[in-house]
């Protein structure tokens, strides 16, 4: 008998039985405009078109970068799902988008059924929080090209939003306050400095119980990231917001200038926000220079919101409806040549 296919690191039946497990975890996510989602060749979405006059498709696609290190190391799978959703979601509500559905894509070397659904059932969590529906997804199986039990993930996102509700930051101006959104930690962004301070330089075990942070350092570098999506479309109706900024890699510096026209500039004002200790915790162990971290790191707010000053009460009061922490970090100032944002 000639080889076989497992044989050469493919389970076909393997694969097969994922897609059982993840059947569940796809429904519990179905929205009515599904027409066909897990187990095709493509999903099926109908738009309500009586609902908008002039529909824009927004998408955006990220992973969760070597935060996965991490769910290796510590055998939890079942929460980087959740950064997936939240990396692509937030940066398609930003423009005033609902999230309508997602596909994600898992690769591994060898599949193990039970660890892949564990990584989906994060995936589903993370569109149930956004409203949005698992259409579909892809599991590739490439024996060889990974390490043993690892796998990488990849994320895409399809919202909708009325042309005329279309947030792009083009109406900030001078005078305009910026609120800062909480963070639930690192998110998904810096892990590679982290791991570098605290796990290679610093000597800390994930099991160990740190202080500072009250729990132990894996479970507090696995908090999921915020999923932002639906308090950000009830802030988007309670106010006239001008501008939002996800805030990942490259920080409040990196991020908040894309929703400012240029010759603005954001002044942010350190201390007006309290900040997670595990940045401080980095910050120490490591000797990190203020200024890398604010480049590397959320340093506390994972989102900025930009609204007229009248109507920064109202937009606080969302966010806490909402159930989130907010706080008024700064204001926009008339500057020169490109956006800037200024942590001072």
């Known amino acids: ?55 824009v498709l927004v998408s955006g696609t990220d992973g969760v970068g070597t935060k996965l290190a991490l769910a290796f190391m510590t055998s939890e799978h079942r929460t980087v799902g959740i950064d997936l959703v939240a990396m692509s979601v937030n940066d398609v509500a930003v423009c005033g988008a609902e999230p309508l559905f997602f596909l994600d894509y898992y690769a591994t070397s060898r599949l193990q059924a039970e660890t892949a659904r564990d990584v989906i059932s994060g995936i589903a969590e993370g569109c149930v929080q956004a409203g949005c529906t698992l259409l579909g997804g892809e599991t590739a199986e490439l024996p060889g090209f990974y390490k043993p039990d690892e796998y990488d993930l990849a994320g895409f996102a399809v919202g909708v ?147 007229a000053p009248e109507h920064l009460d109202a937009a606080l009061a969302s966010l806490k409806q909402s159930g989130l922490d907010a706080f008024r970090v700064g204001e926009i100032a008339a500057g020169s040549g490109e956006a800037t944002a200024e942590v001072v």
């Open 161 to 307: 939003v009325e042309r005329a509700k279309i947030i792009d930051g083009s109406k900030v101006a001078a005078g305009d306050v910026v609120i800062g959104v909480a963070s639930s930690g690192l998110h998904s962004n810096g892990f590679s400095l982290a791991r570098k301070v605290l796990l290679e330089h610093a000597g800390l075990a994930l099991d160990a119980h740190v202080a500072e942070l009250g729990k132990p350092l894996g479970e507090a570098l696995l908090t999921p990231t915020i999923i932002y999506a639906k308090p950000m479309l009830a802030l988007a109706e309670a106010v006239p917001v001008k501008g939002f900024a996800h805030i990942t890699g490259g920080g409040i510096p990196g991020n908040l200038p894309r929703c400012i026209p240029d010759g603005l500039k954001a002044m942010i004002h350190a201390g007006s926000w309290p900040e997670p200790p595990i940045f401080g915790l980095i910050a120490k162990l490591g000797g990190v220079a203020r200024q890398e971290m604010l480049a590397a790191f959320n340093m506390g707010l994972g989102l900025c919101a930009i609204v």
């Open 1 to 55: 008998m000639g080889i076989t296919y497992r044989q050469a690191g493919v389970d076909i039946e393997e694969g097969d039985r994922l897609v059982e497990l993840i059947k569940p975890l796809a429904k519990r996510t179905a929205r009515k405009e599904v027409l066909a989602g897990i187990g095709g060749f493509g999903g099926l979405f109908a738009l309500d078109l009586s609902k908008y006059r002039q529909p």
